[in-house]
């Protein structure tokens, strides 16, 4: 995501997107192809059964699959909606290579009445406070009416056994939706973070044939009995079937007053904004999805309070890397003391150490990864430390240097803090950007924001949304005697690092897990332009700008990336294959919007699936020529409720007309 400063000044747009491709795996015949991919009824479409299309033999395995990119919008009307004009080429090992159109289709726009699943209507998107009482945005008189996001992020997709909602006709399966925020009221005052943020738990009935997808129920989660819920931002899927969301921005509990998280409890807690305490906020929180569409929410306070934005658990169901969307940022594991339970374990930090010679400081960087131990803990401990203590029991804060204190690079400022006398387990789990540069953890990364594995290359990828001053050598913000490549580059770009077991940790301590990254490089880098093109931009349209959520397939071997950039104009959803290298533009997004909450799904009843969403519509119009601007301006604000609302969707396969 972009910074506060440029999230307050946002009006709120933003798109879920999935798509259910087709079977790959054995081929059945060419009319569960057809069906797989969501066949077009126009006669104008040639299908795979159509004549002259390539149809794999019966029995024909999956061999590989390309995406078929498409051009950037450049008319107002494509730059002002979800515009999906790529393909997906399958090849098949009997040679048979048949080529699927993609689309895009919708399930509800947020702010609409959608069905509760017990024969009444709720509304998308909206916000309740502690007591699940709707909180009304009174800020036009005659006008009042429920705050909704228009922002659904992080999304899940998954099924579960023996489901038991009512009105499926074909396959039950869940999706869970988070909103990260919402922007501004109707009379354009500032709410951002300063309303505790929903959960959507969507029932979607799959037709067993088509992969097609349908809303049947929609249940909002409380999350009263973890404080309500901080500005979640990305999100991915467990591997034991569970929703990992993320608290990103933590509150600084240093702060005398803090205008955005007073407003927020009053939100929350009906007008009683001093309820609401910095150390609730920033940590883990976790989505568990009940057989009959509804849902419970917990939250994992030992994972570290940092800016969460992306974790990705590895296949030992234990140790999670995860993004830190910050300003003098980290790169953070955490290793589970049990599969699949959270709630226990112990946190690190990573300590970057450059390579030698040019190459190494180019991009990104690249070089070597040692693990700082930050310390163990339980969630319930942790819990307890953030109900009873302030910032004044665990640190002290100068704002000049002084004896006893250690120099930091704090959000891109400079502090000198001490931990106070037995305070260093409170601090590593409630403090844990302040303690972890103390320690030694390089804090030198700008918007590490969405992280996913290659599991068969073992490698992990880190998406840098900005190479910004923290990360230049020789810059004030960047930390002393730490890593730093030569220059900003506003594209940022993406991180690959090399995971190993056998490792020890700084204190020469084993560390449990064999999925530890051991060195790192520049996968690839966007690219500024030292003048805006004729549209506006300001980064390359040709290369990924300010990547943001990643997920990477194993099935087609793709890393998918969403970029969260104000230097393009339309953002856009890619596909990286990591074997021929190979960049495809899948989506782009409304002008002015991001591309976040990306899912991929290798496989759920025989369909593949990839999720997507947008935010902020409109938003960023500025660079681009005023008369382009009339244009686009006018249709995004008809079509989302004057940048209110946003559609939750999915991206559909058809047959492309011209076989390649």
Same mark, same amino acid.
């Given at each position: 995501?972009?910074?506060?400063?440029?999230?307050?000044?946002?009006?709120?747009?933003?798109?879920?997107?999935?798509?259910?491709?087709?079977?790959?795996?054995?081929?059945?015949?060419?009319?569960?192809?057809?069906?797989?991919?969501?066949?077009?009824?126009?006669?104008?479409?040639?299908?795979?059964?159509?004549?002259?299309?390539?149809?794999?033999?019966?029995?024909?395995?999956?061999?590989?699959?390309?995406?078929?990119?498409?051009?950037?919008?450049?008319?107002?009307?494509?730059?002002?909606?979800?515009?999906?004009?790529?393909?997906?080429?399958?090849? &098949?090992?009997?040679?048979?290579?048949?080529?699927?159109?993609?689309?895009?289709?919708?399930?509800?726009?947020?702010?609409?009445?959608?069905?509760?699943?017990?024969?009444?209507?709720?509304?998308?998107?909206?916000?309740?406070?502690?007591?699940?009482?709707?909180?009304?945005?009174?800020?036009?008189?005659?006008?009042?009416?429920?705050?909704?996001?228009?922002?659904?992020?992080?999304?899940?997709?998954?099924?579960?056994?023996?489901?038991?909602?009512?009105?499926?006709?074909?396959?039950?399966?869940?999706?869970?939706?988070?909103?990260?925020?919402?922007?501004?009221?109707?009379?354009?005052?500032?709410?951002?973070?300063?309303?505790?943020?929903?959960?959507?738990?969507?029932?979607?009935?799959?037709?067993?044939?088509?992969?097609?997808?349908?809303?049947?129920?929609?249940?909002?989660?409380?999350?009263?009995?973890?404080?309500?819920?901080?500005?979640?931002?990305?999100?991915?899927?467990?591997?034991?079937?569970?929703?990992?969301?993320?608290?990103?921005?933590?509150?600084?509990?240093?702060?005398?007053?803090?205008?955005?998280?007073?407003?927020?409890?009053?939100?929350?807690?009906?007008?009683?904004?001093?309820?609401?305490?910095?150390?609730?906020?920033?940590?883990?929180?976790?989505?568990?999805?009940?057989?009959?569409?509804?849902?419970?929410?917990?939250?994992?306070?030992?994972?570290?309070?940092?800016?969460?934005?992306?974790?990705?658990?590895?296949?030992?169901?234990?140790?999670?890397?995860?993004?830190?969307?910050?300003?003098?940022?980290?790169?953070?594991?955490?290793?589970?003391?049990?599969?699949?339970?959270?709630?226990?374990?112990?946190?690190?930090?990573?300590?970057?150490?450059?390579?030698?010679?040019?190459?190494?400081?180019?991009?990104?960087?690249?070089?070597?990864?040692?693990?700082?131990?930050?310390?163990?803990?339980?969630?319930?401990?942790?819990?307890?430390?953030?109900?009873?203590?302030?910032?004044?029991?665990?640190?002290?804060?100068?704002?000049?240097?002084?004896?006893?204190?250690?120099?930091?690079?704090?959000?891109?400022?400079?502090?000198?803090?001490?931990?106070?006398?037995?305070?260093?387990?409170?601090?590593?789990?409630?403090?844990?950007?302040?303690?972890?540069?103390?320690?030694?953890?390089?804090?030198?990364?700008?918007?590490?924001?969405?992280?996913?594995?290659?599991?068969?290359?073992?490698?992990?990828?880190?998406?840098?949304?900005?190479?910004?001053?923290?990360?230049?050598?020789?810059?004030?913000?960047?930390?002393?005697?730490?890593?730093?490549?030569?220059?900003?580059?506003?594209?940022?770009?993406?991180?690959?690092?090399?995971?190993?077991?056998?490792?020890?940790?700084?204190?020469?301590?084993?560390?449990?897990?064999?999925?530890?990254?051991?060195?790192?490089?520049?996968?690839?880098?966007?690219?500024?332009?030292?003048?805006?093109?004729?549209?506006?931009?300001?980064?390359?349209?040709?290369?990924?700008?300010?990547?943001?959520?990643?997920?990477?397939?194993?099935?087609?071997?793709?890393?998918?990336?969403?970029?969260?950039?104000? &230097?393009?104009?339309?953002?856009?959803?890619?596909?990286?294959?990591?074997?021929?290298?190979?960049?495809?533009?899948?989506?782009?997004?409304?002008?002015?919007?991001?591309?976040?909450?990306?899912?991929?799904?290798?496989?759920?009843?025989?369909?593949?699936?990839?999720?997507?969403?947008?935010?902020?519509?409109?938003?960023?119009?500025?660079?681009?020529?005023?008369?382009?601007?009339?244009?686009?301006?006018?249709?995004?604000?008809?079509?989302?409720?004057?940048?209110?609302?946003?559609?939750?969707?999915?991206?559909?396969?058809l047959t492309m007309s011209e076989k390649k």
């Amino acid at each position: 995501m972009t910074d506060q400063t440029q999230l307050s000044r946002r009006r709120a747009l933003k798109f879920l997107s999935g798509a259910p491709l087709l079977p790959l795996g054995t081929a059945m015949g060419s009319s569960v192809l057809l069906a797989a991919c969501g066949g077009s009824d126009d006669d104008d479409n040639d299908t795979p059964t159509d004549p002259g299309t390539p149809t794999p033999a019966p029995g024909a395995q999956f061999v590989s699959a390309r995406f078929v990119p498409m051009a950037a919008p450049s008319t107002a009307a494509d730059m002002a909606t979800t515009l999906v004009k790529s393909a997906m080429e399958v090849t &098949y090992d009997d040679g048979t290579v048949v080529t699927y159109q993609l689309g895009y289709e919708t399930f509800f726009n947020t702010g609409d009445m959608v069905p509760d699943g017990n024969g009444g209507t709720t509304l998308a998107g909206g916000y309740y406070d502690i007591n699940n009482n709707p909180i009304i945005d009174n800020s036009v008189v005659g006008k009042e009416r429920q705050f909704f996001s228009g922002c659904p992020d992080g999304t899940s997709l998954l099924k579960l056994d023996n489901p038991t909602v009512p009105g499926v006709t074909g396959n039950t399966l869940f999706a869970v939706v988070q909103f990260e925020y919402n922007d501004v009221d109707q009379a354009g005052g500032t709410t951002y973070g300063r309303l505790p943020a929903p959960y959507g738990i969507l029932t979607l009935d799959q037709n067993p044939e088509t992969g097609e997808l349908k809303l049947v129920k929609y249940h909002n989660v409380d999350t009263s009995s973890v404080n309500g819920i901080w500005i979640p931002c990305g999100a991915s899927l467990s591997p034991w079937n569970t929703h990992l969301s993320s608290e990103e921005y933590e509150p600084d509990a240093s702060l005398a007053t803090n205008a955005q998280l007073t407003a927020f409890g009053n939100a929350l807690y009906a007008n009683s904004g001093a309820r609401a305490r910095a150390y609730n906020y920033g940590h883990m929180p976790e989505v568990v999805v009940n057989p009959d569409g509804t849902g419970t929410i917990k939250k994992h306070y030992c994972m570290g309070r940092i800016s969460h934005e992306l974790v990705q658990v590895m296949p030992d169901q234990r140790t999670v890397l995860m993004g830190d969307d910050a300003t003098n940022g980290g790169l953070f594991m955490f290793v589970a003391d049990r599969e699949k339970d959270l709630s226990a374990g112990t946190l690190y930090v990573a300590q970057f150490t450059q390579g030698t010679g040019a190459a190494a400081s180019v991009g990104l960087g690249s070089g070597s990864l040692k693990w700082i131990k930050l310390g163990h803990a339980t969630s319930e401990e942790i819990r307890g430390m953030a109900s009873g203590l302030n910032f004044s029991d665990i640190m002290e804060k100068s704002a000049t240097a002084a004896t006893g204190y250690t120099q930091i690079n704090f959000n891109g400022r400079t502090e000198y803090v001490r931990v106070l006398d037995g305070m260093e387990k409170a601090a590593a789990f409630l403090e844990t950007h302040r303690y972890a540069a103390m320690v030694g953890g390089s804090m030198w990364l700008t918007k590490n924001e969405g992280t996913t594995v290659n599991i068969k290359d073992k490698i992990l990828y880190s998406a840098i949304a900005n190479i910004g001053s923290a990360m230049v050598a020789g810059e004030t913000s960047n930390p002393a005697g730490g890593p730093g490549v030569d220059e900003v580059i506003d594209a940022g770009g993406v991180i690959a690092s090399k995971m190993a077991g056998g490792q020890a940790d700084t204190d020469a301590a084993a560390i449990d897990s064999e999925w530890v990254p051991v060195s790192y490089s520049t996968l690839f880098v966007g690219k500024d332009l030292d003048t805006a093109d004729a549209l506006g931009n300001e980064c390359d349209p040709e290369l990924v700008g300010s990547p943001d959520n990643l997920k990477f397939s194993e099935k087609l071997r793709t890393l998918f990336i969403g970029e969260d950039s104000s &230097y393009h104009v339309n953002n856009f959803l890619w596909a990286y294959n990591v074997d021929t290298k190979e960049l495809s533009r899948l989506l782009s997004t409304p002008a002015g919007a991001e591309s976040t909450g990306l899912h991929a799904v290798d496989e759920l009843n025989g369909f593949t699936y990839i999720m997507s969403n947008f935010q902020h519509a409109g938003d960023f119009l500025g660079t681009m020529p005023t008369d382009l601007v009339s244009e686009i301006e006018p249709l995004i604000d008809a079509a989302y409720k004057d940048k209110f609302s946003a559609s939750v969707g999915y991206i559909t396969g058809l047959t492309m007309s011209e076989k390649k």
